[in-house]
């Protein structure tokens, strides 16, 4: 009986991967009302040890490519895209590009977009992955890709879907999933929030006014959860701060803007009169220490901030899972999206299959699906918000 049920177990999966009475003690009210929801020490130990195994060896792939690969050698012009900077892709540079998240600093415009379309695949010279096999993008950016513990966790866990569920309702869509691995020494990430989608239905420019303040959640969302394995504690830094409340003025906070403030300009300049919707008190940032096993879901307006990660820590070992809810304006293969905002017309690339939403790895799921490999509950959150057909 075991064995009948182990043999048709996903590739990856285990089975107690989070403690129920964490994901049961879940509080919509408190959710919609505070803007975010602590799954503190949701992950069993089985869990919490395989999910740091897996970003380990990510990362250590993520590595691999980067020093392995001759960037010098790939035709970029080929394939439409600015080749590197010659200076940056030295071996010597290469390598602070490597132990941590957000460090691939040789990557230039376009590519990150060309690989999750297209994938990097040939013709040869192309991206080096020794002893595995290369996906055609980075493991940073698509670490399901290349984990099949990582895959099942994000696509298809009855009970990772069934936390999604909670804080998004039912039928939610894949946004993007991407490491954020805090190497020591990390300067972090300053105060920021994000749209929904590109932004086109945003009621608030980046720094926003109090005028749209509401006691009404929004219920068409991107919300992000972050999964920290090994904890993110003020003690190692690299912690988690959020203001609770925030949200409820639907401001994507300085999401497409240069992100320079710490909590002092947070505190003289963004704070001085925005209040709680609910309480009336006025609105304070709050820092979160989370301990090991522990995930955060917050939605898109909610303001956040990643602390420094002290230079004699480890690695603050992170997921970053964003899902969000179908778009019922989306249209299907869209490819240029465009809007006007405060006056100025904007445009960016949107969904470029008529099958597939605009975060999917079209390449990489294209694949899958060709050779069976493509779960049912992965090819949904991957689909295009108004499938044809
Ligand atoms: O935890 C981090 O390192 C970054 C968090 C963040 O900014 C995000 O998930 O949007
Ligand atoms: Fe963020």
Redesign the pocket.
């Given at each position: 009986m075991q064995s009948n049920l182990d043999s048709k177990a996903p590739p990856g999966r285990i089975e107690n991967l989070l403690r129920p009475e964490v994901l049961d003690a879940f509080d919509r009210e408190t959710f919609e009302r505070e803007g975010y929801w602590v799954w503190e020490n949701v992950l069993t130990d089985e869990g919490r040890a395989q999910w740091t195994k897996s970003l380990t060896q990510l990362q250590a792939m993520n590595d691999a490519i980067v020093r392995d690969t001759d960037w010098g050698a790939i035709d970029f012009g080929a394939r439409g895209l600015e080749p590197p900077d010659p200076e940056k892709i030295t071996p010597e540079f290469l390598e602070t590009c490597c132990g941590g998240s957000e460090q691939m600093k040789f990557v230039q415009r376009g590519l990150r977009d060309y690989m999750r379309i297209h994938g990097m695949l040939g013709p040869e010279p192309s991206l080096v992955a020794n002893g595995f096999e290369s996906q055609g993008m980075f493991p940073e950016y698509w670490p399901a890709g290349y984990d099949d513990f990582i895959l099942n966790a994000t696509t298809a866990h009855p009970q990772m879907m069934e936390l999604f569920g909670k804080i998004l309702g039912p039928g939610f869509l894949l946004d993007h999933v991407i490491m954020?691995n805090?190497s020591p020494g990390s300067v972090?990430?300053r105060w920021?929030a994000?749209p929904y989608r590109q932004g086109q239905h945003e009621v608030e420019d980046v720094i926003g006014t109090d005028k749209s303040l509401t006691k009404e959640y929004l219920h068409q969302q991107c919300v992000?959860t972050?999964c920290y394995p090994e904890g993110a504690t003020s003690e190692q830094g690299?912690e988690?701060a959020i203001i609770p409340g925030a949200h409820l003025y639907r401001i994507p906070f300085k999401w497409s803007t240069t992100r320079t403030d710490y909590d002092i300009e947070m505190e003289s300049d963004w704070l001085p009169g925005k209040i709680h919707a609910f309480t009336g008190e006025p609105l304070r940032i709050e820092r979160l220490s989370l301990p090991p096993g522990s995930m955060v879901s917050f939605g898109h307006h909610m303001p956040?901030h990643?602390g420094h990660r002290n230079d004699d820590a480890n690695v603050r070992w992170?997921l970053?899972m964003a899902f969000r809810t179908p778009d019922p304006t989306a249209q299907p293969n869209d490819i240029k999206i465009e809007w006007q905002r405060a006056g100025v017309r904007q445009s960016v690339l949107g969904p470029i299959s008529t099958r597939w939403n605009e975060s999917a790895p079209v390449h990489w799921a294209e694949r899958m699906d060709a050779e069976g490999r493509l779960s049912e509950s992965c090819r949904r959150l991957l689909e295009a918000d108004k499938p044809i057909g």
């Open positions: 954020l805090r972090g990430r920021h994000h992000r972050l690299g988690f956040h990643v992170g970053l």
